[in-house]
């Protein structure tokens, strides 16, 4: 079964509202959802270390969604797991204190959606980022939380599921060195 693993930020949780959103979309594709709780975990390579320990590999497909401090776990986790799809919402990338401050990515298919407004991430880190890499990027009207875009993000996820679950296995983006 196809499978999306969720990592949520650092002041969220498991059941947040980008989550909960995301998640009826998943399901209505026909996707299993599992979405752990980090909460009280401050350090994000202990939350990668909890998702990798608590990961089940299965036949279907592999997508992990991450949201700020959730989308480095997802990022950082990929190296190992080569998902399908990275979703990823406000990407804590260029944060002080980050074992990997741009980590490198190991997925078929990569989405980055970021805030213009984004006064925990600055949205220059994330253009710089994808930049490099070729990776698309929605920016948009809105900040950190992404709060206001709950719509748009629920349309972007149901296009990126749909062409991942169309997509045959495929060669990995390579780690950028």
Sequence with gaps: MNTIWFAHGKESGPRGRKIEALSKVASSLGWAVESPDYQGMDNPDARVAQ???LYQANSGKLVLVGSSMGSYV???ASQQLAPEGLFLMAPAIGMPGYAQPEPEISAAQCVIIHGWHDDIVPPQNVIDYAGK???PLH?????HPLSRSLEQLSSLFHDFLQETAARPDATRL???I
């Design 51 to 53: 998702l990798l320990e």
């Design 74 to 76: 997802s990022m950082v």
């Design 174 to 176: 390579a780690p950028h």
């Design 133 to 135: 890499r070729h990776i």
């Design 139 to 143: 920016l948009l009207d809105d900040d």
